[in-house]
């Protein structure tokens, strides 16, 4: 899962707000997103919020997309 999540944050974008903040995307990846005060903060709270995103689609065995040729497998639940 670590290679998928660090091939998924290349694909971040980050973007200056007007206060100071900054804010953060993946693009492709619905809902996860991260504002900040930092760069730095933003990069953590957006990994943070796909590494839920990723838990919940995965406990409701719904697909994640497949990221430079990496694939996260749905498994059943019991």
């Not at 206060?19 to 990846?29: A, L, N, S, V």
Request: aromatic share 8%; glycine share 6%; proline share 5%.
């Amino acid at each position: 899962m670590t290679n998928y999540i660090r091939a998924v944050m290349l694909r971040a974008t980050y973007t200056a707000l007007a206060d100071g903040c900054t804010y953060g995307e993946i693009p492709g990846f619905e809902n996860v997103t991260a504002q900040a005060d930092t760069l730095e903060q933003c990069r953590h709270d957006l990994v943070e919020a796909l590494e839920e995103w990723i838990f919940s689609r995965m406990t409701r065995q719904l697909p994640v997309p497949e990221v430079d040729g990496i694939h996260l497998p749905v498994k059943e639940m019991m």
